[in-house]
């Protein structure tokens, strides 16, 4: 069993940064892609970017590419999700999720356990 805590959202400025953490209990962490998806009001939840296991590849979104990075503690059992040069367009519920699987997906139901989520507002 994994349990996700993500933390680190808020209301911050367009063009401003936020970096959101997700906080992972269970012996796998290291050997499970870790995903970041998105929900705003009124729509779908989607994909934003992925970690492999090892931490050695990312895949992102295309809108989100050159200003989101996501990066990994393997130490710490903790992904994380820089997000800079943010946009209105961005303001969404985060979730982090864990993928029993060295490789990362695009799509939601190819992961296995997921965090609450945390809010992330951006004003104009």
């Known amino acids: 069993q994994v349990q996700l805590v993500e933390s680190g959202g808020g209301l911050v400025q367009a063009g401003g940064s936020l970096r959101l953490s997700c906080a992972a209990s269970?012996?796998?962490?290291?050997?499970?892609?870790m995903g970041w998806f998105r929900q705003a009001p009124g729509k779908e939840r989607e994909f934003v970017g992925f970690?492999?296991?090892?931490?050695?590849?990312?895949v992102y979104k295309g809108s989100v590419k050159g200003r989101f990075t996501i990066s990994r503690d393997n130490t710490k059992n903790t992904v994380f999700l820089q997000m800079n040069s943010l946009k209105p367009e961005d303001t969404a519920v985060y979730f982090c999720?864990?993928?029993?699987?060295?490789?990362?997906?695009?799509?939601?139901?190819?992961?296995?356990?997921w965090g609450q989520g945390t809010q992330v507002t951006v004003s104009s």
């Open positions: 269970g012996r796998t962490f290291s050997t499970s892609a």
């Open positions: 999720a864990a993928r029993t699987a060295i490789w990362g997906s695009t799509m939601s139901h190819a992961y296995d356990y």
């Open positions: 970690i492999s296991g090892s931490g050695g590849s990312t």
